[in-house]
Nanobody, 123 residues
Framework: QVQLVESGGGLVQAGGSLRLSCAAS????????MGWFRQAPGKEREFVAA????????YYADSVKGRFTISRDNAKNTVYLQMNSLKPEDTAVYYC????????????????WGQGTQVTVSS
């Protein structure tokens, strides 16, 4: 069992930056691939980024590539999402998720989810 708690969301102007954190409980955090997803009002939850259990491999949605960076610190049981050059279309609730398999962009692959943190980007 893994419990995930996101933090770091907020209101930022377009072009600004935010860093999201996702703290995980449990001693097996390092065995999970981790992902970030987001859901805007009236839209489906979509993939943002994923990272392998070791942190050696990462994968991004085209919409955030070059602007967002996913990383993890297994000693702190935490995964991060650094978001730069934010745009109004990045506004959404951001969720972190844990995958017991290989990192993936597919929602159904993930076993555990956090409650989400709101990110709002004003124009």
């Amino acid at each position: 069992q893994v419990q995930l708690v996101e933090s770091g969301g907020g209101l930022v102007q377009a072009g600004g930056s935010l860093r999201l954190s996702c703290a995980a409980s449990g001693r097996t955090f390092s065995s999970y691939a981790m992902g970030w997803f987001r859901q805007a009002p009236g839209k489906e939850r979509e993939f943002v980024a994923a990272i392998s259990w070791s942190g050696g491999s990462t994968y991004y949605a085209d919409s955030v590539k070059g602007r967002f960076t996913i990383s993890r610190d297994n000693a702190k049981n935490t995964v991060y999402l650094q978001m730069n050059s934010l745009k109004p279309e990045d506004t959404a609730v951001y969720y972190c998720a844990a995958d017991s398999g290989k990192y993936s962009d597919l929602r159904y692959e993930y076993d555990y989810w956090g409650q989400g943190t709101q990110v709002t980007v004003s124009s």
